[in-house]
């Protein structure tokens, strides 16, 4: 019967799969999000959509500050750019600035040897072609065996769970949305590298709604605005 309810979820999920690819985006202009911590306003995140032909690029800037006593404790900054072209990933880049410690990710897709070849901060060396950027916009990564940390380039081979279609309200708006889990395929990572995020998608447009983890408090991405 338990293998019988997951075959449903999967394959239900690869019918999502297959009507959320970039393209599924292409009218997508801008995404901007609020970033709470223990439901206090610290930071914003942003996309840009970037169309010309048949290429797609994807500037993204985050930054958050965590403040007490208005004395800044923690202070965050990040910018990436994502590139796709005909629809398939080509390259992705950033630079972060995380507390006065700096990252890095450069990954390149070589169709030669059907890779991606990824030197960051955290990992240099190959990786499988079907891994996608941990950057949560593209609704494809609910069927990824792995995600590549945006920050560093870690490897994070990962689990899916669909909780179920719920409506949310972010921002006073209702939203009827997909509700997923991330968590580490790897339970012997310590529990700061350890992956456990929901996400939430709208059930339509497959559009990036809200983020939620804990650790080291609560955090949540909530979506502002899109155009």
């Known amino acids: 019967m338990k293998k019988l309810l997951l075959s449903i979820i999967f394959y239900f999920l690869g019918i999502l799969h297959l009507s959320a690819h970039v393209g599924h985006y292409k009218n997508l202009n801008y995404l901007e999000y609020d970033l709470f911590r223990n439901n206090n306003l610290i930071g914003k995140h942003t996309y840009k959509f970037i169309y010309e032909g048949n290429n797609l690029k994807i500037e993204s800037e985050v930054y958050f500050k965590i403040k007490k006593f208005n004395?800044?404790?923690?202070?965050?900054?990040?910018?990436?750019?994502?590139?796709?072209?005909?629809?398939?990933?080509?390259?992705?880049?950033?630079k972060t600035n995380q507390n006065k410690k700096e990252k890095y990710v450069n990954i390149q897709r070589d169709s030669a040897k059907n890779v991606l070849k990824v030197d960051g901060s955290s990992f240099k060396g190959e990786t499988s072609i079907d891994n996608i950027i941990g950057t949560w916009w593209n609704h494809e990564i609910v069927q990824a065996k792995a995600q590549i940390s945006a920050v560093s380039g870690r490897i994070i081979k990962q689990n899916v769970e669909f909780i179920g279609k719920e409506d949310i309200k972010v921002d006073e708006k209702t939203y009827q949305t997909l509700h997923f889990n991330f968590s580490s395929s790897d339970k012997k990572l310590s529990d700061d590298k350890k992956l456990n995020t929901d996400i939430w998608y709208d059930d339509q447009t497959k559009i990036w709604i809200k983020a939620a983890f804990d650790k080291r408090g609560y955090w949540e991405y909530r979506l502002k605005e899109f155009r």
Do not use: H, Q, R, T
Request: charged residues 30%.
């Open 71 to 94: 004395i800044v404790l923690y202070n965050y900054y990040a910018k990436s750019e994502e590139n796709y072209k005909d629809g398939k990933f080509i390259s992705f880049k950033s």
